[in-house]
């Protein structure tokens, strides 16, 4: 059998040992982490299937009676989602499913970007390091867009390294069609510019200020981004993209580039990250193999020509700049994603160098039995930071659908429990709100706008606001078969 097939081969292999990992609780409900995320990206899939069937017009469930349109990222798995609902019914593993061939995909993307940068034995190792690391394992099945995103952004990158290698149009085009969806999947996923950059300058010196190629990029990648975020911010009510950027990133950034102290105290919180990169998104094992890839690379003689020294180098330090301004100030892990590709390539290419230089040329029953070792260790230890993430509430879930089956179809309601996950499982249409801060007054500009219910997910904190649990027992409660009250507000008692 010739090398090429083997490759292929082994590529497959790593392929469908990804997915097995991906398939793990696929079928869960949407209540398992990030619940809220989750719960937002699969009611705008079932709004897109049941409201309007149109992708530039994404909506949540609640804010009120539809349509409650919402500025988020160009929601691709989503809508894709909402057209399989049409012919198998709603079911939240479509999406999930969907999520896992966008991680699968980016798989063999890396594959191919390893095999660019050095080799294709660099590049399968890069691929198999991706396969089993935790965070590319649990968030390649949730319904969040992160994976899609890093999908494009690797996929950007490719073709952007060959075009800059071969200058063949197709390789160009490619990355335009990437970027553009990159952008759109995610706005985070602009951190690419940083070592699409750094390539063009490493390869052609200042002669690419003259080069039309990252002119044409720049614009032809970013007209779609601003049209999109410029129609979805005039229509939405929920502002989550401008209003998380304006109301959390730019004050914290303001007074860390105004204040040392705020500087030094947003340093050491950032350095905190280090230790989420290490566990939920890159795993122990990943983490270490990063490092020691680095290192090797910085080491060994002639391992990186300039070209693969300033794409390594540009891309770690944006992506080490993001998570100060960004996930800084938004820790949750998943933003930590983008940070996978790079540390597979750095971890495949450094053990590609030692291989090298301890003689092995062709795989041996040792390094074979070796690399089935660190990846048997690698996936152990990476379940184990995870596992946590999959689990989710039973009872939760059979209140919520047991209220499905018991509300009037279609009625609007009021749920004392911030969660859209929640919400979605009771499939209705609404508001979700704090009972503690929720009063008499908001509850009235509710039912005039036309909801009939509240449900009382937290009944202890509806009990916490006298004003509130008072006015509430002026109305008949819903005989359920749940603990939460549900009280009918068009019926006084």
């Known amino acids: ?119 294709a034995r660099a590049g399968l190792l890069a691929a198999l390091l991706l396969a089993v690391a935790p965070g590319a394992v649990y968030y390649g099945r949730t319904v969040t867009p992160d994976s ?56 052609r010196g200042w002669r690419a200020l003259a080069d039309w190629s990252p002119y044409v990029f720049v614009a032809a990648t970013a007209l779609p981004f601003v049209l999109y975020f410029r129609h979805v911010s005039s229509i939405a009510e929920w502002h989550w993209f401008s209003g998380i950027t304006q109301k959390h990133v730019l004050p914290a950034l303001r007074a860390e580039l105004t204040s040392p102290g705020a500087f030094l105290a947003g340093l050491r919180s950032a350095l905190d990250l280090v230790h989420m990169l290490s566990t939920t998104i890159l795993g122990p094992v990943l983490f270490t193999l990063m490092l020691l890839g680095a290192l090797v690379l910085a080491v060994v003689p002639a ?26 100030v938004e820790r949750v892990d998943y933003y930590l994603l983008p940070w996978l590709p790079l540390a597979v390539l750095l971890a495949g290419l450094g053990l590609d160098v030692l291989l090298e230089r301890a003689g092995v040329e062709a795989p041996s029953a040792w390094s074979c039995a070796a690399i089935a070792a660190v990846v048997a260790i690698a996936t152990y230890a990476g379940m184990l930071e995870i596992h946590p993430y999959y689990t989710w509430s039973r009872q939760v879930y059979a209140s919520a659908t047991a209220l499905d089956k018991t509300l009037a179809p279609g009625s609007i309601i009021v749920m004392g429990h911030y969660g859209p ?14 009972p503690l801060l929720w009063t008499p007054f908001d509850m009235e500009s509710a039912v005039r706008k036309g909801a009939r219910y509240f449900v009382a997910v937290e009944p202890g904190r509806v009990k916490a606001n006298p004003a509130l649990y008072s006015y509430l027992q002026r109305f008949e409660q819903v005989p359920t078969t749940t603990a939460w009250p549900v009280y009918d507000m068009t019926r006084s008692k």
């Open 1 to 119: 059998m010739n090398q090429a097939r083997l490759t292929a081969l082994a590529l497959a292999a790593i392929v469908v040992l990804g997915l097995l990992l991906r398939l793990y609780h696929i079928r869960d409900p949407i209540l398992d982490h990030p619940g809220w995320r989750q719960g937002d990206q699969a009611a705008i899939a079932r709004n897109f299937a049941q409201l309007r069937n149109d992708i530039l017009y994404p909506q949540v469930d609640y804010d009120g009676p539809p349509p409650n349109y919402v500025e988020l990222e160009l929601q691709i798995v989503p809508f894709a989602a909402a057209q399989l609902y049409h012919v198998f019914g709603v079911h939240p593993a479509i999406g999930r499913l969907l999520v896992v061939l966008f991680s699968l995909g980016t798989i063999v993307l890396v594959f191919f970007l390893g095999a660019e940068l050095r080799s």
């Open 421 to 434: 996950d929640v919400l979605y499982l009771i499939n209705r249409k609404g508001w979700e709100e704090d």
């Open 148 to 203: 899609v995103m890093v999908f494009f952004m690797t996929g950007t990158l490719l073709f952007w390294w060959r075009w800059c290698e071969r200058r063949a149009p197709a390789d160009f085009v490619a990355a335009l069609g990437f970027g553009a969806l990159a952008w759109l999947a995610k706005p985070p996923a602009l951190l690419i510019l940083a070592p699409i950059v750094a390539v063009l300058l490493a390869r």
């Open 303 to 328: 391992s990186l020509d300039r070209p693969r020294v300033w794409l390594f180098v540009s891309w770690a330090a944006v992506l080490a700049l993001y998570a100060f301004v960004v996930v800084n």
